[in-house]
Structures are given as structure tokens and as C-alpha cells.
């Protein structure tokens, strides 16, 4: 979900990265009451399109993505999104989330890449979803912290803005736009270089 982008790539973003300091404090509380009121289950149940850009610590473009996720809601509630990505350089990924609401607009999340568990809420139109994300780096892995928000925007579009940091430092951010579309199209992934051709 919510930051699904390729975590080879964002390895890549982080070594990247040295020195930058950065604060993101706004408050969450301040979208009480915001409107359209985001429904998390309600929006992922089915097929929704994404389109994305990762930017390095610099604010540079470093890859352009886009992924169909296709979500399912089972008999006790926890919400599936299978994620399918495809990437401006014709390589693909696959992230499959597991979520579920534990108390009134809470909740919370698991994914294999995802260190412990995920944790979010909903305030009006507006989700907060924080966790630690694992990203292989030779024969070892580094831990982001992922910090993402979504909004959801009158005309259904869902914009999404995540912080990645290490140590506190930020070193890369990544922002996504969602539609929902109709189930047929989440099937129809464009091929890895027919997409790469057409991003560049």
C-alpha cells in the first residue's frame, strides 16, 4: 500500500543519501473533520491504479513507477492488497499487504518486507500509516522508517506522500496518486518494457 514502491530501488536512494535533515510536523489532528471522509477498507476493496515517482534526498527523481493493487476484504474483516509494480526501467515487484481495523479508525498491518507491524489512522479524509521497512543491502538488510499519508481528494484521487528516513535523516521521498478502476483493468498490468518505453 501506501508507499509500495521497489525496495531495491529504494536502497539505492539510501546509500545514496549523507547528510540532509528534515521535519514534517504536520499535525494530524488537524484534518479532523476533513471531507471526502476516507474509508480505508471501503476505498481498497478491488481494484485501484497507481501512479508514482521516488525522489532521492536531493528532491531528485529517481525512478517513476506504476502498480495495480488488487484488494479483497475476507470473512473477519482483514483487508489483502496484492501489489503489482512495474518500473521506468522494466523490472517488476510484488508487495501483499495484510490489514485490519483493531478499534475505530485504527489499524494496523503486516508484510513480509515489513519489520514488526504497521500502524495507522484515519482522520477525516486523511490516513497516517507508519512502519519499519526492510531493504536488503548485500547480505544484510537496513531498516527505513516510513512515514506515509494519504488523502483522499473530492474527485475519488488518492494522494499519497511518504517520508523514508534513516537514523532521523531523511533520504528519499516517494509520492503516488491512486484511482480505483474497474476489477478488469488490475488484471491487465502493462509488460515491464511496453511500460518502460512509455515513461521515458
Excluded at 479532523?32 to 471522509?37: I, S
Excluded at 517488476?92 to 519489520?115: H, K, L
Excluded at 500502524?119 to 537496513?142: A, F, H, M, Q
Aim: proline share 4%; net charge negative; aromatic share 10%.
Amino acid at each position: 500500500m501506501f508507499s509500495i514502491f521497489p525496495v531495491r530501488r529504494i536502497a539505492l536512494v539510501a546509500l545514496a543519501a549523507t547528510t540532509l535533515s528534515a521535519c514534517f510536523s504536520t499535525r494530524h489532528a488537524s484534518f479532523e473533520g476533513a471531507l471526502p471522509a476516507f474509508e480505508l477498507s471501503n476505498y481498497f476493496d478491488g481494484c485501484v491504479v497507481g501512479w508514482g515517482v521516488i525522489d532521492n534526498w536531493r528532491g531528485e527523481p529517481a525512478s517513476r513507477f506504476k502498480v495495480h493493487i488488487d484488494g479483497s476484504i475476507d470473512d473477519r474483516g482483514v483487508l489483502t492488497l496484492d501489489e503489482q509494480f512495474v518500473y521506468d526501467d522494466a523490472s517488476r515487484s510484488t508487495r501483499v499487504w495484510r490489514i485490519q481495523e483493531t478499534s475505530p479508525n485504527q489499524y494496523r498491518g503486516t508484510a513480509a518486507d515489513v519489520e514488526g507491524e504497521a500502524s495507522g489512522e484515519v482522520i477525516g479524509n486523511t490516513l497516517r500509516w507508519k512502519y519499519r521497512l526492510r531493504v536488503p543491502r548485500g547480505g544484510s538488510d537496513i531498516v527505513l522508517t516510513v512515514d506515509d499519508w494519504l488523502r483522499l481528494q473530492p474527485d475519488g484521487v488518492l494522494l499519497n506522500y511518504s517520508l523514508l528516513k534513516k537514523f532521523g535523516i531523511t533520504v528519499g521521498k516517494v509520492s503516488i496518486a491512486f484511482q480505483r478502476r474497474d476489477d478488469e483493468v488490475c488484471a491487465e498490468l502493462p509488460s515491464a518494457q511496453a511500460w518502460a518505453t512509455a515513461a521515458r
